[in-house]
């Protein structure tokens, strides 16, 4: 008797024939075993007064139901100068799309929504990209020439991106290996997207036109954790300027995934660093995954024969089915599609991405391309909630099914159905090749979903709106002056001052680093004592005190240089720093004030020492000298905060037991 085929187990059995181990326990030896290669292309917003092409302001956002009026666009393609339409921008025609533009006035121009030509470039912006790209070690371009990229997904009412290169063939240095670095390039940011929802697309203009950078990699990172390290490295050195926007946003990766035999796809948007490992994992093991779905496909169909889907429309009246999901979608649309895969039988349930089968591929581009919001489709073969045995049977009967062909049922809008079809024959052909080039979006448990074709370099083309701007030798060599030094000297820097590793990270993510030098240059106060403070008081306290609009990071330069010149131990700032986030507008006096603070002599702080001695005897479990020293300081290190160090304290009351022993 012939087995009873169960989704489930297809799935595992697929996991298992590729190979694909969690993050956690991955070696070098599986990347190595699936040829996993990887780059970056990072996104860093700069800190400037204006946008870069206009002169309306930047960083100033709006909440989603401000806005002073909307303007609607519907996208074309056009030629590039070869006469070649770029695949993405006919892809992103092909949906259809309304896009809607909520404008808000005071972020917004006429240049934004491409009625007034663009402004000389923002010459800040691209001095700050300039000093950047310097940092990168980048050969610097004698001209800038602004080009455009055409976009169509909405994401810039004008079709394109206004952008030029600044610098070519730099490299970066991790810890154990030099990554080379492609290039850097200067561009405006595009519009926050609100909602996609079917055809509409929803984006508001306040981001539209920031200045941006993008540094780009070559495919140089071999291990998940070896790209996210590369991603920490350009994050620092692009913060060590000081001259770059920080929060939500303002940093974003592009991660470019392949594995041998693959093709390189990018995820897009990666907002978080720590994303990263488990993304680039996910994915090299899904190009691996499609690669073993090909074999497959090609072993049941020799090169030649064609392969065609069958197509069958029903009725809800005629076929009354018993899935709660198909019977839904009847009622609402009257009619549904049954579709036949010829030889697909155990490819739709084939392991992709954890938790995810081939079908997801299916039905992913079914939303983004044919608009169709999920669900959009089931599937014969279901990880989960899979289709009634009866509707099975009867789906099979009606498209004539052999035994190694798999099975949809597909529904949506009458409009879209002709796209859907047309997709859903298109991905299944490109399985028999291979990984198709595309952009996938991130999400947070690790996965992937299908967002667009990967562009071409049929997108780009001259503006012919700017005209180059020359860049003289004696002004790249005046910059040089002033760069920060390069992150890797950081970190020497850091292990030479003693400071403890575990700070490093949060010291240089926020730029610290210079705050620590001129609070020992005024003070004197070792950089070991200042990076301790900062990379773990500071840190602990960020992540209990909510931050207040005026508290930055000089107000704990003005906490030192007060203790100071007042000849108060550092060691108070522990206690003074928290009412200091809460209240930064508050004197220092006065928080000492709050604190309780009270300047005390060295006779005034030890005189209770023999009373709490007394009582530490009486009461104490465990009542050894060394227990006795540590009770006693704990009781009267809060009032020697600010009048006597920690550790002349403890030898005071060393010296005291022993005085007191004799």
């Known amino acids: ?100 533009y909520r404008i808000h006035n005071d972020t917004s121009c ?39 990229k055409q976009y169509l997904d909405g994401s810039i009412p004008t079709g394109f991106q206004r952008t030029a290169i600044l610098g070519v063939e730099g490299e970066i240095r991790l810890k154990n290996k030099k990554v080379r670095l492609l290039q850097l390039s200067i561009e405006e940011d595009s519009c926050r997207e609100i909602s996609d929802v079917g055809h509409r697309r929803i984006f508001k203009t306040d981001r539209l036109g920031m200045p941006l950078i993008e540094t780009v990699t070559y495919p140089d990172m071999f291990t998940p954790e070896e790209l996210r390290e590369a991603a920490e490295y350009i994050r620092f050195l692009n913060r060590s300027t000081g001259k770059v926007r920080t929060g939500m946003g303002a940093a974003r990766e592009d991660v470019n995934v392949s594995c041998r035999g693959g ?32 074999s497959l496909l090609n072993e049941r169909f020799p090169e030649g024969r064609e392969w065609k889907p069958v197509i069958k429309e029903i009725s809800g009246h005629d076929y009354p089915f018993k899935t709660p999901i198909i019977a839904e979608a009847c009622e609402k649309f009257g009619k549904v599609l049954a579709v036949n895969l010829p030889g697909f039988h155990g490819i739709l349930s084939h392991f992709t991405q954890p938790g995810k089968g081939f079908a997801s591929e299916l039905s992913d581009r079914l939303k983004v391309i044919a608009c169709i919001e999920k669900p959009n489709m089931i599937c014969s073969e279901e990880l989960e909630k899979p289709m009634a045995a009866v509707d099975l049977e009867q789906v099979k009967s009606l498209l004539d099914a052999g035994e190694n062909d798999a099975q949809l049922v597909i529904w949506g809008p009458e409009d879209d159905i002709p796209t859907a079809l047309e997709t859903i024959e298109e991905r299944c052909l490109i399985a028999f090749e291979g990984v198709p080039r595309e952009t996938r979006k991130s999400m947070p ?50 292990s030479e001052w003693k400071v403890p590793r575990d700070t490093y990270f949060f010291l240089l993510r926020k730029n610290l ?50 203790l100071h010149e007042n000849g108060l131990d550092p060691a108070l700032a522990r206690y003074m720093l ?11 006096g006065s928080v000492l004030t709050t604190i309780c603070f009270k300047k005390r002599k060295e006779k005034e702080l030890l005189a209770p020492i023999g009373f709490l001695y007394e009582k530490f005897k009486d009461t104490a479990r465990h009542p050894t000298r060394e227990n006795a020293i540590h009770w006693l300081m704990g009781q009267v290190q809060k009032q020697a905060a600010g009048n006597m160090p920690l550790a002349v304290l403890r030898l005071k009351i060393e010296e005291r037991l022993k005085t007191m022993e004799a």
Not at 42 to 54: E, P
Not at 270 to 275: D, G, I, K, P, R
Request: aromatic share 10%.
């Open 513 to 562: 680093v210079p705050l620590m030098e001129k609070i020992h240059r005024k003070t004197d106060i070792s950089h070991r004592f200042i990076g301790t403070f900062l990379g773990h008081t500071l840190k602990h306290l960020e992540g209990k005190i909510p931050p207040h609009p005026h508290f930055d990071y000089e107000k704990i330069y003005g906490l030192f240089s007060y």
């Open 445 to 494: 448990d690790g996965t992937t979903l299908f967002e667009r074709v990967l562009p071409g370099p049929d997108r780009m083309y001259p503006d012919t709106d700017s005209p180059p701007i020359p860049l003289e030798n004696d002004y790249i060599e005046k910059l040089k002056q002033n760069l920060p030094p390069d992150v890797a000297d950081r970190y020497r820097q850091l």
């Open 578 to 588: 928290p009412e200091i986030m809460k209240h930064p507008d508050m004197q220092f």
């Open 110 to 148: 006429t240049y934004e929504i491409d009625d007034t030509p663009p402004f000389p470039i923002n010459r800040e912006a691209l001095e700050i990209a300039l000093e950047i790209s310097l940092l990168c070690k980048l050969n610097i371009v004698g001209e800038v020439h602004i080009t455009r």
């Open 1 to 100: 008797m012939k087995k009873k085929f169960s989704a489930v187990k297809q799935y595992e059995k697929t996991r298992k024939a590729i190979g694909y181990v969690p993050l956690r326990k991955a070696t070098l030896k599986d990347y190595q075993r699936i040829g996993f290669l990887s780059g970056l292309e990072v996104h860093q917003q700069l800190k400037t007064g204006k946008k870069l092409f206009c002169r309306c302001p930047a960083g100033i956002y709006n909440d989603d139901d401000d806005f002073s009026a909307e303007v609607i666009r519907h996208m074309r393609p056009t030629l590039s100068e070869l006469g070649e339409y770029d695949g993405t921008a006919l892809m992103e025609f092909k949906t259809r799309k309304e896009i809607v």
């Open 263 to 294: 093709s390189r796809v990018e995820i897009k948007g990666v907002a978080h660093n720590s994303w990263i490992p488990e993304l680039s994992h996910n994915e090299a093991f899904r190009q691996y995954a499609l690669l073993n779905i090909r």
